[in-house]
């Protein structure tokens, strides 16, 4: 009976987390735009005041008013497309072509970036290229982790082993 009550106490949370994560995903009215694994793109003529995005790309021929984000995807400023904010992109790329215009700070970490000549960037430049920092910013946290774990599954059974007299 506790393990059941368990269990459901564990799905409702679930359900909870996943609907409160994904609820930006599905607002029409909203002006920001969140995706999980679908590609975001922000067609000319439109505006949009920030777009996220994980595990896919962002591609930009209009104007968004605030920050472009992606983990795992890259981001693509077309045309005359604008970001009024940062464009930071973790294990992607990012391209801008033409007369595209980044007001902030560009930032790839893990990712390569395609300027055409005519692109405009605002702030500082920022590219942490190659998949070594990706290993460098989760695979050391990572394996420090899994040592802390290592090293508490130790000293647990070490203090739970039972202890044996010596014999004479």
């Known amino acids: 009976m506790k393990n059941r009550v368990v269990r459901y106490r564990l799905a409702f949370a ?15 009215n909203d002006h920001e735009r969140t995706q999980f694994g679908h590609n975001i793109t922000i067609g000319p003529g439109e505006e949009v005041n920030e777009a996220t995005c994980f595990g896919c790309s962002v591609r930009v ?14 981001i693509a400023v077309e045309d005359q497309g604008q970001i009024g904010g940062d464009a930071t992109t973790f294990g992607g790329s990012v391209r801008l072509e033409k007369e595209a215009k980044i007001s902030a700070h560009l930032t790839v970490f893990g990712g390569r970036i395609h300027r055409a000549p005519a692109a405009s960037v605002g702030g500082d430049v920022t590219n942490f290229g190659g998949p070594g920092w990706i290993v460098l910013i989760v695979g050391i946290p990572l394996i420090l982790f899994g040592g802390l774990i290592a090293l508490i599954v130790w000293l647990v059974r070490r203090l739970l082993r039972p202890s044996v007299p010596a014999t004479a």
């Open 14 to 28: 679930c359900l909870l987390f996943c609907a409160v994560i994904a609820s930006p995903a599905f607002a029409e």
């Open 61 to 74: 021929r209009g104007h968004v008013a605030g920050d472009v984000t992606t983990f795992g995807g890259s």
